[in-house]
C-alpha cells in the first residue's frame, strides 16, 4: 500500500548528480542518528542534498535539548529501534509541549516500510517518511517537495500536522488546511511569507486552537444527538456512561479554551452549556430534552464561532432554554424531595 509522503530511496549511485536545485546552506538541521553503522550514510546523503549546518545527536535526551534550545528549520529523525520514541517527540513538538515552534519541518527516516509502522509516524504528524536505504536522490526529492509543495496543516484535539485527508474530504471549514511557517522554504528561496519568526508562529497557533475548539465543538452537538436518539430509542434505560463521561470532558475542553474570550455571550453561553451538562452527568437516566438543548448549544457555539448572523439569536434561545428547563428540573426535585418527607412522616 502506498502512502503519501512515503518514499524509497533510488540506489545511491543513480542519484549521486541529482544535487538540489536550492541554497540549502543555512537551513539549519538537527539530525537524530542514534546507529552508528548507518549513521555516516545518512550524513552523507544530507551534505550531499546540499545541507551544511547539520548537528548530529545520539539520543533521545539531546534530541529534545536540541529541540528546545535552538533555532532550528528542519529535523531528520532516524526511527529504527526508538519507533514510539521518536512519535512520541514528533507529537510533543506539533502539540506545542517542545520548542517554540510547533511547525518545524519534520522528516522520519525508517526501516521498516509496513503499513502499521509508516501509519504511526503519519499520525504523529511527520511531514515526510524516507524508507532505507537512503541516498542524495531521495533526500533532494524530498527537499524539493518540502520548499515548493508542503502540505497544509490541519488540527484537531488529537492531532496536529499535515492534511493528508483525499480529495474532497477537506472542504469542512472546520478542518480546513492552513499554511504554516516553512523555514527550509524561506532559507531556500527568500519568501518572506513563508518565514519562522514569533509572529507567524502566533498566528498560526491561533488557527490551531480556533480548529480544536470548533473540532471539539462539533463532536459535542454530534454525541449530543446520538444521546438524545438513544434515549428515545431506549425510554428508562441507562445512558451509556462512557459517551457521557466524552460529552463532559469536551464541555471541560471547550470552557478551557474560551475562558479568556472578550466577548460576554460566548462566556454565558458556555456557562449555560456546562451547567445542562453537569445536569445529565449526575443523573443516570437523563430526559432526552437535556441533550437537544445541549445540541442547540452546540449549534449557537459554533455560528459565533463562525461569525454567522444567526448567532446572537441562537445564543439567546440556547440559554434561554436551558434556564427554563434547569429551573423545571430543580423545582421538580424539591417537590419529590418535599413529597418523600411527608411520606416518611
Keep these: 500500500m502506498n502512502h503519501p509522503g512515503v518514499h524509497g530511496a533510488l540506489p545511491f549511485s543513480d542519484s549521486a548528480s541529482q544535487a538540489a536545485g536550492y541554497d540549502l546552506a543555512e537551513v539549519e ?8 553503522n548507518t549513521r555516516r550514510v545518512i ?19 539531546k534530541l529534545r535539548r536540541a529541540v528546545r534550545d535552538a533555532g532550528l528549520d528542519m529535523l531528520v529523525l532516524e526511527a529504527k529501534e526508538l519507533i514510539e520514541a521518536v512519535c512520541d517527540h514528533i507529537r510533543d513538538i506539533r502539540h506545542g509541549r517542545l520548542g517554540n515552534n510547533p511547525f518545524l519541518v519534520i522528516n522520519v527516516i525508517t526501516w521498516k516500510p509496513s503499513d502499521d509502522v509508516i ?71 527568500g519568501d518572506e511569507s513563508a518565514k519562522v519568526d514569533m ?81 445529565a452527568a449526575v443523573d443516570s437516566r437523563p430526559e432526552a430534552d437535556l441533550f437537544a438543548i445541549l445540541g442547540v448549544h452546540g449549534d449557537a457555539l459554533l455560528a459565533l464561532l463562525r461569525g454567522e448572523e444567526e448567532a446572537a439569536e441562537l445564543v439567546v434561545r440556547a440559554v434561554f432554554t436551558a434556564t427554563e428547563v434547569f429551573d423545571k428540573r430543580v423545582q421538580k426535585k424539591r417537590d419529590a424531595a418535599e413529597n418523600d418527607a411527608e411520606d416518611d412522616l
Aim: net charge neutral.
Design 29 to 36: 538541521v538537527v539530525l537524530f542518528s542514534p546507529i552508528q
Design 199 to 279: 509572529a507567524r508562529i502566533e498566528r498560526a497557533n491561533s488557527i490551531v486552537r480556533e480548529h480544536r475548539l470548533r473540532r471539539t465543538t462539533l463532536q459535542f452537538r454530534s454525541t449530543a444527538a446520538v444521546m438524545e436518539q438513544f434515549i428515545k430509542d431506549h425510554p428508562g434505560e441507562s445512558v451509556p456512561l462512557d459517551d457521557v463521561s466524552d460529552m463532559s470532558e469536551m464541555a471541560h475542553y471547550i470552557a478551557r479554551h474560551i475562558e479568556n474570550d472578550s466577548r460576554p455571550e460566548v462566556l454565558s453561553l458556555v456557562e449555560s452549556l456546562q451547567k445542562i451538562m453537569d445536569e
Design 119 to 189: 501509519r504511526t509516524f503519519i499520525d504523529a504528524g511527520a511531514d515526510d517518511i524516507i524508507v532505507m536505504p537512503i541516498s542524495i536522490g531521495a533526500v533532494t526529492s524530498r527537499i524539493d517537495n518540502i520548499i515548493e509543495n508542503r502540505k497544509k496543516f490541519v488540527a484537531t484535539p488529537r492531532y496536529v500536522g499535515p492534511d493528508r485527508r483525499k480529495p474532497g474530504r477537506g472542504n469542512d471549514t472546520e478542518l480546513a488546511g492552513f499554511d504554516v511557517p516553512n523555514g527550509v522554504r524561506y532559507k531556500a528561496t
Design 43 to 61: 550524513l552523507d546523503a544530507v551534505h550531499g542534498a546540499g545541507f551544511r549546518r547539520v548537528n548530529v545527536v545520539i539520543s533521545i535526551e
